[in-house]
C-alpha cells in the first residue's frame, strides 16, 4: 500500500517525509522501504536518514542546492518502490530476569497495577514486540505491541539511576536501557545483554522492523549469561520470519 | 613523533571535538561535535588542518595546558587573553610551542566555548570516525587534570606575520534566524507572534545538548508522536518553555517543534551566556 506523504524542508540540509501519523506496523515496513531505496540511491556519505514511527528526516552533508529538485527525486524514488516486498526481520528472544531483588521497582508496580507478579511477567512475556526505531539513548529500541494491562504513566520524579540492562515501562511502551541513564519508567526486569556496543560499526544487533520476545529466566541463569558476555561467548537468539 | 599535551587544570567542562559522528543516527547516536562549529572551522584553517581536525573545546573557564614537546597552536571562538609561558599571545593567529611550554588561557570575556587547535589535530581515541567525546560511546566524557591528549610533534612553524580577524558572532547581534518547525502552523495566531516577536533569555540550563529559554508561551500545545530531531530544533515543553537543542542532543523527541535554527545561527547561540538575550525572525528557504 502507498501512502500520502508530506514532503517538508526541515533546514537548509534536512527535508521530513511524514507519513500519516499513528503507530502502525504497514506504516514501518513502507517507511524502511522507502528509508532503504533512499540510502542505496545516494552514495553512503551523502546523506542520512534519521527514522522514527511515521517519519523520516534525510540529513545532507552540505546545503540543498534545489529543495524541488530534491523532492521531485524523492517522489519518484518512493512511487518506483513495490512496497510488497518486507526487507528480512528476525524474531530475537529476549531473557529477562523478573527476580525483585534485580527489579527495583517490579512489586510496586504489582500492587499499583493490582497484579500479581506472575501475572505481569506472563503478560509481558507473551506479545511479540516490534522494533520500530532507535532514539533518545544510544541502543534504546522503540518497541510496540505492551499489552493495555500493563500500561501505566510515568514516574512523578525519575530515578537519576537507571542501570543498563533495565526493562521498563513508561506509559504504553515498554523498553531496555542499553546504557546507564536518568529515567522515569518503571523497572520491572533486568536483561543481561548489550543492546548497544560502539567498538563495532554496527552497533546493535536489533535493527527497525525486527521482532522482540522476552524470555523470563531465573536469577543463576542471568547470572551466567551475564559471565559469558563478559567472555565474549554469548550471541543473542534469533529466528528468521 | 607522538607526543602529548598535560591538562593540568582542567577548567569548568573541556572536551576533545571535532565535526562530529555523521551516519549512526539509526542507532540512537547523536551527532556531537563542536558546539560552534565557525570558530572550530577557523582554528583548522588557520593551521592548514584538515577540516575535521580534533580541537580542545573549553566552555567559559579554559584549562591550563603543558606541551610535552613542539608543536604549533592557534586559539579561536570565546574572547580571552591568553599566556605562552605569562608572554601574552594573540588569538586568530598561529603560535609557536616549544617543549614544556605551558599554556594559561583566563577567564572568558564573551561567548562561551573556545577552541585551541593544534597542528594535524589531537590524536584523541576515534570512535565512529569522531573523536568528538560522547558519555557511553567514548571512554571518557570530559577531561580531567593531569590527563594527557597525544599529538604529533611538528617543526614547520613559520611565521606569516598575518592574523585573521574574530568572526562575527561577538558582534552584538541579538537576532537568530530561523526556519518555521514542521509543528509551526499549529500554534495559534497569538502564540506565533509571541515566538516570533518575544525577546528571550538564556536561562541558567545551558549544556551540550540544549539550551532552554527563560520566557514561556502560554496555552500548549499536546506533545506529538515521537518524531527526528536535529541540533538547532526549537521544542516547546509541556510546561511552556523552549528548548533550543544543540550538538550531543538525541535523535529523535516528543515536543512540538516549533522552530529550526539556520546553521549559522546554531553557532551563534552556542555563545551566548545566561542572561543574554535572543529573538527569532522567520525566514524562508
Not at chain 1, 33 to 44: A, G, H, P, R, T
Not at chain 1, 71 to 83: A, D, E, H, N, T
Request: charged letters at 20%; proline letters at 5%.
Amino acid at each position: 500500500m502507498k501512502y500520502k506523504l508530506q514532503y517538508k524542508r526541515y533546514s537548509e540540509r534536512a527535508i521530513l517525509i511524514e507519513w500519516p501519523s499513528g503507530i502502525d506496523e504497514n506504516i514501518l515496513h513502507d517507511l524502511l522501504f522507502f528509508k532503504k531505496s533512499i540510502l542505496s540511491f545516494y552514495d553512503k556519505p551523502i546523506v542520512e536518514v534519521i527514522s522514527a514511527y511515521n517519519s523520516l528526516l534525510i540529513y545532507y552533508v552540505s546545503t540543498i542546492e534545489d529543495f524541488y529538485d530534491e523532492v521531485l527525486m524523492l517522489k519518484s524514488l518512493y512511487s518506483k518502490g513495490f512496497g510488497e516486498t518486507r526487507s528480512e526481520s528476525k524474531l530475537w528472544k529476549i531473557p529477562v530476569c523478573y527476580a525483585t531483588s534485580l527489579a527495583q521497582d517490579l512489586e510496586a508496580f504489582a500492587e499499583s497495577k493490582s497484579l500479581t507478579i506472575e501475572e505481569i511477567i506472563r503478560l509481558h512475556t507473551t506479545p511479540l514486540y516490534t522494533a520500530y526505531f532507535i532514539g533518545f539513548l544510544p541502543g534504546f529500541l522503540y518497541l510496540g505491541g505492551l499489552d493495555d494491562q500493563l500500561h501505566n504513566a510515568r514516574k512523578m520524579t525519575p530515578s537519576l539511576h537507571v542501570k543498563k540492562g533495565a526493562v521498563a515501562i513508561g506509559g504504553s511502551q515498554t523498553g531496555i536501557y542499553p546504557i546507564n541513564s536518568p529515567g522515569g519508567w518503571h523497572v520491572i526486569g533486568m536483561c543481561p545483554l548489550d543492546f548497544f556496543n560502539p567498538k563495532t560499526e554496527d552497533c546493535c544487533f536489533i535493527s527497525s522492523g525486527d521482532k522482540i520476545q522476552f524470555i523470563s529466566i531465573e536469577e543463576n541463569e542471568y547470572n551466567d549469561i551475564s559471565t559469558s558476555i563478559l567472555n565474549n561467548t554469548y550471541m543473542p537468539k534469533s529466528v528468521s520470519l | 613523533m607522538i607526543a602529548d599535551v598535560e591538562i593540568v587544570k582542567p577548567g569548568l567542562f573541556t572536551t576533545i571535538q571535532d565535526e562530529g559522528r555523521f551516519g549512526f543516527s539509526k542507532y540512537g547516536i547523536p551527532k556531537s561535535g563542536a558546539m560552534d562549529q565557525v570558530s572550530f572551522g577557523f582554528a583548522n584553517l588557520i593551521l592548514g588542518n584538515t577540516k575535521n581536525a580534533a580541537c580542545i573545546e573549553w566552555t567559559i573557564q579554559p584549562p591550563v595546558l603543558k606541551f610535552h614537546e613542539e608543536t604549533t597552536i592557534v586559539l579561536t571562538g570565546g574572547k580571552t587573553d591568553a599566556f605562552l609561558n605569562d608572554q601574552k599571545i594573540e588569538m586568530y593567529r598561529e603560535i609557536q610551542v616549544c617543549k614544556n611550554d605551558i599554556l594559561k588561557i583566563n577567564f572568558c570575556k564573551k561567548g562561551v566555548y573556545g577552541y585551541v587547535g593544534i597542528k594535524n589535530g589531537f590524536l584523541s581515541e576515534e570512535v565512529l570516525y569522531s573523536r568528538s567525546f560522547y558519555k557511553s560511546i567514548t571512554l571518557q566524557f570530559r577531561l580531567d587534570k593531569n590527563d594527557k591528549i597525544p599529538y604529533q610533534s611538528s617543526r614547520d612553524y613559520t611565521d606569516h606575520f598575518s592574523a585573521i580577524s574574530p568572526p562575527l558572532f561577538l558582534e552584538n547581534s541579538n537576532e537568530l534566524e530561523v526556519y518555521k518547525g514542521p509543528e509551526f502552523d499549529m500554534l495559534n495566531d497569538a502564540q506565533k507572534s509571541k515566538v516570533l516577536e518575544s525577546v528571550f533569555t538564556i536561562s541558567n540550563t545551558i549544556n551540550r545538548m540544549a539550551i532552554q529559554l527563560e520566557e514561556k508561551i502560554p496555552n500548549i500545545l499536546p506533545s506529538i508522536i515521537t518524531s527526528p530531531v536535529l541540533p538547532g530544533t526549537i521544542q516547546l515543553t509541556p510546561s511552556g518553555s523552549l528548548i533550543v537543542l544543540m550538538r550531543d542532543c538525541q535523535t529523535t523527541g516528543g515536543y512540538p517543534r516549533v522552530l529550526q535554527l539556520t546553521e549559522t545561527s546554531i553557532n551563534h547561540i552556542a555563545q551566548k551566556r545566561m542572561k543574554e538575550k535572543c529573538s527569532f525572525r522567520l525566514i524562508e528557504f
